[in-house]
């Protein structure tokens, strides 16, 4: 079923703000243009007589400082304040792909507009965790979007979506090799945010949505299906109630030829961020703009979801502390792999129509050579691709017994805030050793390796002695679910 819709066009406009506060570049320029690192710490800089607590997460790669910006009331700047006051960490970050400027530009506004806004505010209810410019390196190489974004409609000068190392940080959540993502994985460890965020930017399909976004996509994320079902159902009505902008779940067209095949989102790993957060326990939402959208409107579509989502959790806050509990339950089985499935009904999807031209020119960043945009939208049903069911499931043991030669694994779990003990005893329950039958290397490379899957089997459970200082990960643990 095919019917044809009208989107109301809207230039939106962030909150207002004093007519002394200072303005992000993007605003400074009438969105012509984004911030460069010096410019956002120059604007950071700015907020420095406000109740805000300053610092860094850590050096990247070229040694530039990661900076972040807490915001609450009252102020806090260590964890355990934080934790004292009892109530949710919302951990927002935005830039870990460079060329995808609106959350850098959007964070930046809300935290200069929320710590300026009247009280009572969100500030009351939550502590926020902002990290604006997350891919500090990334972001200074900046190049034409005919070179760095392609599909992107503005501004000109953009960053690179790699950092200085040349990897992709919403790939490197589990093997942690760049310092950002170590910086980040201390951050995690130290504050343990209920709530992570990601602001990204789409680069695919040409649909009829301002913005769309994702929960934890892992079958195994113990609070991926209450983000998903609970909360992104209500996030959507809200923008479209309060802000007018039409919101969808993240992902693209199978077929832009054949629009029915289906619409399918990404890829359910942990080695992305918000697959990663939500097994650590915890909820996590990805945001992508619509790249197609002018600069401006992506900025406020961003701005408009962030601050929905402050809101809802505040609201939710004795849900969300108690989910904390929920996150550190020890499931008797995990999924370790996965296949993508549709949502059980199919749903309209609003889709742009695009044009042949009869010649083979491109009109727009990122249209396909020989089309063109026409601005009529129709909404085509379909089914949605949006979750994943596993296919390989495994029980959960007590814990995992390591030989301490092992130092590379035992940093490894360290730097993922997983408890790792050395055993001062010999007398343990029943153990089952993991025999490797085959090892399948990708000739692909990707991210400066070549993958490896292993295949094997679980030997039976046989009485073998430990030997005292075997290292030993507890599966009970706050982080035993991402341990396994």
């Excluded at 009252?74 to 959350?103: C, F, K, M, W």
């Excluded at 190049?143 to 000109?156: F, I, Y």
């Excluded at 691709?385 to 043991?397: C, E, G, I, K, N």
């Excluded at 692909?444 to 490896?452: A, D, K, S, T, W």
Aim: hydrophobic share 40%; net charge positive.
């Amino acid at each position: 079923m095919i019917i044809l819709v009208a989107l109301v066009a809207c230039v939106p406009i962030l909150a207002r703000t004093p007519l002394n506060s200072p303005k992000t570049r993007a605003e400074a320029t009438g969105f012509r243009e984004t911030s460069r690192y010096s410019d956002v710490i120059a604007f950071i800089d700015s907020l420095h007589d406000r109740p805000l607590t300053f610092g860094s997460i850590g050096k990247t790669n070229e040694g530039r400082e990661i900076p972040y910006i807490i915001a609450s009331y009252p102020q806090v700047s260590t964890p355990d304040e934080a934790r004292a006051l009892g109530r949710p960490i919302v951990y927002v970050q935005g830039n870990i792909h460079a060329g995808e400027v609106e959350g850098k530009e959007a964070l930046l506004a809300l935290v200069r507009d929320l710590s300026a806004a009247p009280r009572p505010n969100v500030l009351d209810s939550i502590v926020l965790i902002a990290v604006p410019i997350y891919n500090a390196d990334g972001n200074e190489r900046f190049a034409s979007q005919s070179v760095n974004r392609t599909e992107q409609n503005g501004p000109e000068m953009v960053g690179s979506r790699a950092n200085a190392q040349g990897l992709d940080l919403n790939r490197d959540y589990i093997k942690a090799e760049a310092p950002e993502t170590r910086a980040s994985l201390a951050m995690f460890n130290a504050w343990d945010p209920d709530v992570f965020v990601d602001l990204h930017t789409t680069d695919g399909s040409y649909h009829g949505y301002a913005l769309t976004y994702a929960p934890p996509l892992n079958p195994a994320s113990p609070l991926g299906v209450y983000a998903r079902d609970s909360m992104l159902t209500v996030l959507r009505a809200r923008m479209k109630a309060r802000h007018n902008f039409e919101t969808f779940d993240y992902g693209d067209f199978i077929s832009e030829d054949t629009l029915s095949k289906g619409w399918e989102t990404f890829d359910s790993r942990p080695r992305f961020g918000t697959n990663y957060y939500g097994l650590r326990g915890r909820i996590s939402f990805l945001s992508e703009a619509f790249s197609h959208d002018p600069f401006e409107k992506r900025i406020a579509s961003t701005y408009a979801f962030t601050r929905e989502i402050l809101s809802l959790v505040a609201e939710r806050a004795p849900t969300i502390q108690h989910s904390r509990e929920t996150g550190r339950i020890r499931p008797s089985q995990i999924a370790l792999r996965s296949r993508i499935v549709a949502a059980p009904d199919s749903q309209p999807v609003v889709a742009e129509v695009l044009t042949k031209t009869g010649d083979t020119l491109r009109t727009a960043p990122g249209v396909r050579r020989g089309y063109r945009r026409t601005g009529v939208f129709k909404a085509v049903n379909m089914p949605v691709y949006d979750r994943f069911t596993a296919t390989l499931m495994r029980s959960v043991p007590k814990g995992y017994l390591l030989d301490p030669a092992d130092t590379v694994t035992v940093a490894k779990l360290k730097l993922h805030g997983i408890r790792v003990d050395t055993l001062n005893t010999t007398s343990l329950p029943t153990i089952s050793t993991f025999v490797i039958d085959s090892v399948v290397r990708s000739t692909r490379v990707f991210q400066g390796h070549n993958e490896i899957r292993l295949v094997g089997r679980w030997s039976p459970e046989q009485q073998v002695p430990a030997r005292r200082g075997d290292l030993y990960v507890a599966a009970d643990q706050s982080r035993g679910l991402l341990a396994a």
